[in-house]
């Protein structure tokens, strides 16, 4: 029987696949129901910055440059109105009726709410949290160098406040993501989540109306995030947990090899139910036992670009039939 366990941030995870942030992780209930269906550790669902400013009614100038007034609705969509005192308390209820790792998770996109709460939420007895840092970058006024900045300030500023490992989740659109990455390493992550699947907007047609996009991957969005592991995994001083298109076991063991230390999963659970992570890692296992090896260790990265006698096919981005067999 292999082994499955792994570390991840320094957490000790039984096995990789991580339940993502999500409505699959707002209660106690939902929690419990992730461990007995064998996750290897949960995020709980975000506390949204708007979510705090609603609360303190000090919104607009503060937030200023990123105000995210559709936030509002994406919160009510999602059943999540949790404040602060019902989140502190999600944490702690959720660690007393668990053994696995429970990771908090802010969503932030300005630096200066978090800091405080952070040390609260590290009180609580999350074993870790995660920054979901999403900032649209709509403002032509603003540099992407601007806005990297405020990234690493967000990360500094809660890295200052606690001692808990901290993993920084971003979305995929960055024009240098191999340096960037380096700075919200160096900033104090001691992860990244690749990639955020942020919220899309749509438009009804006959009412001319904004609606959500539809809210869940499919398999083949694990392409993107699979890419950038295998190209980062070896060159970064913190460890990468994947998201985004996971949907089943030959998804979490590709992002094994490509270097992730862990895997996160949430559109296939929505769409087909928490029995597929045991699904998932009999998959896992049984590879494992096919290919003779006995722990994650001695596969995880085995397929990155640094172990590979041909780094640049991680790096073709254009179809030519000699080289990708299509055009
Ligand atoms: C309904 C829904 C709610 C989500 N809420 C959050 C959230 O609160 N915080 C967060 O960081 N990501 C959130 N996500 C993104 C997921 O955690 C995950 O990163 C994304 O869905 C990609 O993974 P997947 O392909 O396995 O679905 C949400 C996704 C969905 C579908």
Redesign the pocket.
């Known amino acids: 029987m292999a082994d499955l366990s792994v570390s991840y941030m320094g957490l000790k995870l039984g096995n990789p696949l991580i339940v993502?942030?999500?409505?699959l992780t707002n209660t106690v209930a939902k929690v419990k129901r992730c461990e007995e269906a064998g996750a290897g550790a949960v995020v709980l669902?975000?506390l949204f910055e708007e979510q705090i400013e609603a609360q303190t009614e000090e919104i607009e100038e503060e937030s200023w440059p990123y105000p995210h007034p559709e936030a509002f609705d994406y919160v009510r969509q999602?059943g999540?109105r949790l404040g602060q005192e019902d989140y502190l308390k999600l944490i702690s209820d959720a660690k007393k009726a668990v053994s696995i790792p429970v990771i908090a998770?802010l969503?932030c996109i300005t630096p200066k709410w978090w800091s405080n709460y952070a040390g609260e939420i590290a009180r609580a007895g999350a074993d870790a949290i995660?920054l979901?840092i999403a900032i649209l970058p709509a403002d032509p006024t603003h540099s992407g160098e601007e806005i990297e900045r405020t990234y690493k300030r967000i990360i500094e500023g809660i890295r200052r406040r606690v001692e808990i490992p901290v993993a920084a989740?971003i979305g995929p659109y960055f024009t240098a993501l191999p340096k960037f990455a380096r700075e919200l390493s160096a900033a104090g992550a001691s992860a990244l989540v690749l990639f955020?699947?942020f919220y899309q907007m749509d438009i009804d047609i006959e009412k001319l109306a904004l609606v959500p996009g539809y809210?869940?991957?499919s398999p083949d969005?694990i392409y993107l995030p699979l890419r950038w592991i295998a190209i980062l995994s070896a060159q970064l001083g913190c460890d990468i947990a994947a998201?985004?298109?996971?949907h089943d076991g030959a998804g979490l063991i590709k992002q094994l090899l490509a270097g992730a230390r862990a895997v996160?999963?949430?559109?296939?659970l929505?769409q087909k139910g928490m029995d597929r992570i045991a699904v998932m890692l009999k998959d896992l296992g049984d590879w494992m036992d096919r290919h003779g090896y006995a722990s994650i260790p001695e596969f995880n990265g085995k397929m990155c670009m640094e172990a590979s006698d041909k780094p640049e096919y991680y790096e073709r981005l254009q179809y030519i039939k000699v080289f990708v067999g299509l055009e």
Not at 20 to 23: A, G, K, Y
Not at 243 to 246: A, D, F, R, W
Request: proline share 0%.
């Open positions: 993502s942030s999500s409505s669902k975000s999602m999540m998770s969503n995660e979901n989740k955020n699947r809210h869940l991957s969005e998201s985004t298109g996971v996160q999963v949430c559109s296939n929505y």
